[in-house]
């Protein structure tokens, strides 16, 4: 069996993390390296590596955490104003951690195009 990412260690509670949502379906938690005022990391608690390993069956997972974690959040850190939802892919997009994650960034404006 592979080896736990960590944020399926996060899941599991083996590893601490400042947890700010959780039902059933998906976790919330501060990011460690915070490049924003907020930076929370949204993840389904299914273990999915990336947007490119998603399936039919996973649509209602991405509705849950667009339609449900993310307006909680953005009430919870008063981001009405804006904000940014990212997910990075593969090597090409910087992804590090091979669990399926949404960065969400705001309390500042954000600048275009990212690095
Ligand atoms: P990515 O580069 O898109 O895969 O993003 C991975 C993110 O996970 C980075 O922003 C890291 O700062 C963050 N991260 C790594 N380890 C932890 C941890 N233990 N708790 C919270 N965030 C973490």
Known sequence: MSEKTIFKKIIDREIPSDIVYEDE?????????PQAPVHILIIPKKEIEST??????????????????????VEKFKLSDGYRLVTNCGN???????????HLLGG???SWPPG
């Open 52 to 73: 490119n390993h998603l399936k039919d069956d996973d649509t209602a997972l991405l509705g849950h955490i667009y339609t449900v974690v993310l307006p909680h959040l």
């Open 92 to 102: 090409n997009g910087g992804q590090t951690v091979y669990h399926l994650h949404f």
């Open 25 to 33: 379906i998906s976790l919330a938690f501060k990011d460690v390296n």
């Open 108 to 110: 500042r404006f954000m």
